[in-house]
């Protein structure tokens, strides 16, 4: 059984549209440097489905979904000391960070905003609408993914 996750980008950094234009709508989830985050990649498995989610922007809001189609492994940028994640205590043998590649599921036609999902009865135990909750990558329970897939039902396949 899969399960469920919500990921988070800035747009103006990549944006479900810079998904949509990648190479076979696939792309490496890069940059997380949150031990917490960097656990739930590590968890993740092919298969498992996730909500892309626009932050810092206005509205904030969930934009599509994605599935996993590669497995935690070891950050390579973590390794490069030209990238801007680059960790010197990083490396091959003890990588501390993990990425996972992900593919562009569905391009929801309306955004659905954060305001907007805090009134909705079946997610207020969600982890993106708790107080203070701010990780870039975090768990989903089935039923609030069934519960934010049923709102985004009439939304365009990507």
């Not at 949150?34 to 590590?42: E, H, I, S, V, W």
Request: charged share 25%; hydrophobic share 35%.
């Amino acid at each position: 059984m899969p399960q469920y996750w919500l990921l988070k980008s800035e747009p103006t950094s990549f944006s479900i549209q810079d998904l949509a234009k990648s190479t076979e709508q696939t792309t490496c989830w890069e940059g997380v440097r949150n031990y917490q985050a960097r656990n739930f990649l590590k968890s993740m498995k092919v298969g498992d489905r996730g909500f892309f989610y626009h932050s810092n922007t206005d509205p904030p809001a969930i934009v599509g979904t994605v599935e996993v189609v590669k497995a935690a492994y070891p950050d390579p940028y973590a390794f490069d000391k030209k990238s801007r994640y680059f960790d010197a205590k990083s490396t091959s043998d003890a990588p501390r960070w993990f990425l996972v590649d992900i593919k562009l599921v569905k391009t929801f036609s309306k955004p659905l905003a954060l305001e907007y999902l805090r009134t909705v009865k079946g997610l207020v135990h969600m982890e993106l609408l708790r107080k203070g909750s701010r990780l870039s990558v975090q768990p989903v329970r089935p039923e609030e993914w069934k519960c934010i897939c049923s709102l985004g039902a009439s939304s365009k396949r990507a």
